[in-house]
């Protein structure tokens, strides 16, 4: 597609279920990169992927917090037993990698999770 | 590991004026780039420039352009001619160039432009 494409761009959930966030990526850009970003604050780095291969889980902040890229297309980021703390937004970026890579990454408009 | 500091919470400036964005950056690293991105009230996340620090020049777009360091590890952003759109939050970010490119982003500036 011609953007970072990311659903449901809202969520709403209560606390202790679980929630899965995709992200659908440019086309040709093998790496990709979830954030999460609380209101006021930077985007923080949970994990990211080359291909299917999760190259960096360093981020996430527990084992409730998971992501996956099969295909090395869409992602899914998955949060098992939410909790209140988890209410952020959500974001996806992607990238070229070798030639043509410029270290920029174009990120999706985001989803915005709010756990009751 | 990398850190970005941005010790501005909350700039402002009169419409036409230039106002200059304060960044300060800590690595280890030798090669990296530097990324200044704006956040509008749509939330979504802008590049406005690049720089990558083996470059001595200074880069410029537009009416946008940074004063880099690399001696004091400061990356500056002036934006010239301010303008109402210009009103956003700004992240400073970096990543390394080889190996893993994850951007670490700072906390952020909001600026507003004063009509």
């Known amino acids: 597609g011609a953007g970072v494409s990311q659903s449901p761009r809202y969520k709403v959930t209560k606390r202790g279920q679980d929630v899965a966030l995709r992200c659908d990526p440019i086309s040709g850009h093998v790496s990709l990169y979830w954030y999460r970003q609380a209101l006021g604050q930077g985007p923080e780095f949970l994990t990211y992927f080359n291909y299917e291969a999760q190259q960096d889980k360093s981020g996430l902040p527990n084992d409730r917090f998971s992501a996956e890229r099969p295909e090395g297309s869409i992602s899914t980021l998955t949060i098992q037993r939410t909790e209140q703390r988890d209410s952020a937004m959500y974001r996806c970026a992607t990238a070229r990698i070798g030639q043509g890579f410029t270290g920029e990454l174009f990120f999706g408009e985001g989803s915005r999770l709010t756990v009751l | 590991a990398q850190t970005v500091t941005q010790s501005q919470p909350e700039m402002s400036v009169q419409e036409a004026e230039t106002v200059t964005l304060s960044c300060t950056y800590d690595?280890?690293?030798?090669?990296?780039?530097l990324f200044w991105y704006k956040q509008p009230p749509s939330r979504q996340m802008i590049l406005v420039i690049r720089?990558?620090?083996?470059?001595?020049q200074n880069a410029t777009e537009n009416r946008f352009s940074v004063n880099f360091q690399k001696a004091a590890k400061s990356f500056s952003l002036k934006i010239s001619d301010s303008q109402l759109g210009d009103a956003a939050m700004y992240f400073c970010?970096?990543?390394?160039?080889?190996?893993?490119?994850?951007?670490?982003f700072g906390q952020g500036t909001r600026l507003t432009i004063n009509p």
């Open positions: 970010a970096t990543s390394i160039i080889q190996g893993a490119q994850k951007l670490v």
């Open positions: 720089q990558e620090a083996y470059k001595q």
């Open positions: 690595t280890s690293e030798s090669d990296y780039y």
